[in-house]
């Protein structure tokens, strides 16, 4: 099947096979960071951009189109290949990610087209998307935002008052997802700052919550195709994911938070993955 620019349409699982593809040798040739939290958040992104969001490369301003934010910034190389797998840009573009003057920067840049907001600080996506939510709110536009965070960023406290202001304003058009993949920067979430028990703290907060398996495609879809899931609620999706996910030796281990794979470990990986999805 084809888009309307030429490209490929791809179910979500062949596309998350793409992001990772993509993503692993981004982050190889740039000898970048943050690949665990990319492949943690790959199968999330694939559904979103392949099953749920009404965006259109062809014109990327369209102003109904779904606001989607990436919190979590330092995963950025996920969304980059998404949108240049969308056409957004050409995929020839990636091969600059992390260069000088490029626009493919190493924290997600609204520079590059199809990319809302500029994000890596701790705590801003959301807030950032509340306001989003509340200015669709106030014109009457049917838009949606979503915004995805790691489990993480939930230390900030500006994430904690965003929650209770869409709560308190019904903001109903609003969907955010946790990566939960229970690691973060240098050790586990339960040895930094516990966060359990989770799904009563954004319930007492005013949100619906559902819980899924972050990596199984329909559970995701099936979750985010139909929002709101209570009236006059905002939306919360806790993701269960793993850290690395889809390449064994960087799966649930910190150390790929910041490390970049060496040549030799980037044709394991890609080999892996091949294997995986024969």
Same mark, same amino acid.
């Given at each position: 099947?084809?888009?309307?620019?030429?490209?490929?349409?791809?179910?979500?699982?062949?596309?998350?096979?793409?992001?990772?593809?993509?993503?692993?040798?981004?982050?190889?040739?740039?000898?970048?960071?943050?690949?665990?939290?990319?492949?943690?958040?790959?199968?999330?992104?694939?559904?979103?951009?392949?099953?749920?969001?009404?965006?259109?490369?062809?014109?990327?301003?369209?102003?109904?189109?779904?606001?989607?934010?990436?919190?979590?910034?330092?995963?950025?190389?996920? %969304?980059?290949? +998404? #949108? !240049?797998? *969308?056409? =957004?840009?050409?995929?020839?573009?990636?091969?600059?990610?992390?260069? $000088?003057?490029?626009?493919?920067?190493?924290?997600?840049?609204?520079?590059?087209?199809?990319?809302?907001?500029?994000?890596?600080?701790?705590?801003?996506?959301?807030?950032?998307? %509340?306001?989003? +939510? #509340? !200015?669709? *709110?106030? =014109?009457?536009?049917?838009?949606?935002?979503?915004?995805?965070?790691? $489990?993480?960023?939930?230390?900030?406290?500006?994430?904690?008052?965003?929650?209770?202001?869409?709560?308190?304003?019904?903001?109903?058009?609003?969907?955010?997802?946790?990566?939960?993949?229970?690691?973060?920067?240098?050790?586990?979430?339960?040895?930094?700052?516990?966060?359990?028990?989770?799904?009563?703290?954004?319930?007492?907060?005013?949100?619906?919550?559902?819980?899924?398996?972050?990596?199984?495609?329909?559970?995701?879809?099936?979750?985010?195709?139909?929002?709101?899931?209570?009236?006059?609620?905002?939306?919360?999706?806790?993701?269960?994911?793993?850290?690395?996910?889809?390449?064994?030796?960087?799966?649930?281990?910190?150390?790929?938070?910041?490390?970049?794979?060496?040549?030799?470990?980037?044709?394991?990986?890609?080999?892996?993955?091949?294997?995986?999805?024969?």
């Amino acid at each position: 099947m084809q888009t309307s620019n030429g490209h490929t349409k791809m179910k979500s699982l062949q596309f998350s096979k793409k992001l990772r593809e993509l993503a692993l040798k981004m982050v190889t040739r740039a000898k970048a960071s943050h690949i665990g939290s990319v492949l943690s958040i790959a199968d999330i992104v694939a559904v979103l951009y392949s099953e749920v969001l009404r965006v259109n490369p062809a014109e990327p301003d369209m102003s109904n189109r779904d606001r989607f934010i990436l919190s979590k910034g330092h995963a950025c190389v996920a %969304v980059y290949a +998404a #949108l !240049a797998e *969308k056409g =957004f840009f050409p995929i020839a573009e990636l091969e600059t990610y992390g260069q $000088d003057h490029s626009d493919l920067m190493n924290h997600i840049s609204h520079k590059v087209k199809g990319v809302e907001f500029s994000a890596g600080a701790l705590g801003h996506g959301l807030p950032f998307g %509340v306001g989003k +939510a #509340l !200015a669709a *709110k106030r =014109f009457k536009a049917d838009w949606r935002v979503f915004v995805l965070l790691s $489990d993480g960023k939930l230390d900030e406290g500006s994430n904690w008052e965003a929650l209770m202001f869409a709560a308190h304003h019904q903001l109903d058009n609003l969907v955010a997802i946790i990566d939960y993949n229970k690691l973060q920067s240098l050790t586990t979430i339960a040895n930094t700052l516990g966060l359990e028990p989770l799904t009563d703290k954004f319930t007492a907060f005013g949100w619906s919550v559902k819980e899924v398996d972050g990596h199984n495609h329909v559970q995701i879809k099936e979750a985010l195709q139909k929002t709101p899931w209570s009236p006059n609620k905002p939306s919360i999706l806790i993701a269960h994911t793993t850290k690395g996910k889809g390449v064994s030796f960087m799966e649930d281990s910190v150390e790929w938070h910041y490390r970049n794979p060496s040549p030799e470990q980037l044709s394991r990986a890609l080999t892996e993955l091949e294997a995986n999805h024969a």
